[in-house]
């Protein structure tokens, strides 16, 4: 029982905090008048506390992604098999991303996003961006110190995958950059807030 709590539960105590706030949230709403002001709070007033948690989390989250695809590159046994890896990582992403894709294409042609009554309103629409405006966008950023940031997730990643690669045609798991990334995904890993001293 110890082990299970160890392994999952954390992820049980969020499940259990979500099924929690849609309950609270169901029995203490918001209420606002008719002009939209606020007369009671409701169960917004523990706001501060998931606001806390995400973005405590949100902080991890980008140096562990960072630190660990790197990492598992970078301290694979050759680059070889690290090109291996990737590639079925890569195709992964892209079959689960169709799948997602045709389910959601699915779902909204059933269900309909919005009233039959919506109508559009009128207004000028920016020039739309080209195909390589997209790619570019979607998959680098200008500057790196905006990889840093949780908005910018894709293009993290495809940089932690060239550093882990430059990591292992420099030495691999011999060099001191791989102990170090390695020592720091532990590291994040192993960040919780429930744990014991």
């Not at 709070?41 to 405590?56: D, H, K, R, S």
């Not at 932690?160 to 532990?186: R, Y």
Request: glycine share 8%; hydrophobic share 55%.
């Amino acid at each position: 029982m110890k082990n299970f709590l160890k392994n999952y539960g954390f992820i049980i105590f969020m499940l259990i905090g979500i099924v929690a706030g849609c309950i609270v949230g169901a029995f203490w709403p918001a209420v606002r008048d008719a002009s939209g002001e606020m007369i009671d709070a409701g169960a917004t007033v523990l706001e501060p506390l998931g606001t806390l948690f995400i973005n405590m989390m949100f902080c991890v989250v980008v140096p562990m992604v960072f630190c660990s695809i790197a990492s598992a590159i970078a301290n694979m046994d050759n680059a070889k098999r690290a090109g291996k890896v990737m590639g079925a990582t890569v195709d992964t992403f892209c079959v689960t991303a169709a799948i997602a894709a045709l389910i959601m294409y699915v779902v909204c042609r059933i269900i309909p996003l919005v009233p039959e009554s919506y109508q559009a309103i009128q207004g000028e629409v920016d020039d739309p961006m080209s195909l390589g405006e997209l790619v570019i966008g979607f998959f680098t950023k200008p500057d790196f110190h905006e990889l840093l940031s949780r908005r910018a997730i894709l293009p993290l990643i495809v940089f932690a995958v060239l550093f882990g690669f430059g990591v292992q045609m420099s030495g691999g798991k011999e060099t001191i950059v791989a102990k170090f990334l390695a020592s720091a995904t532990n590291a994040l890993m192993n960040i919780e807030l429930t744990k014991e001293p």
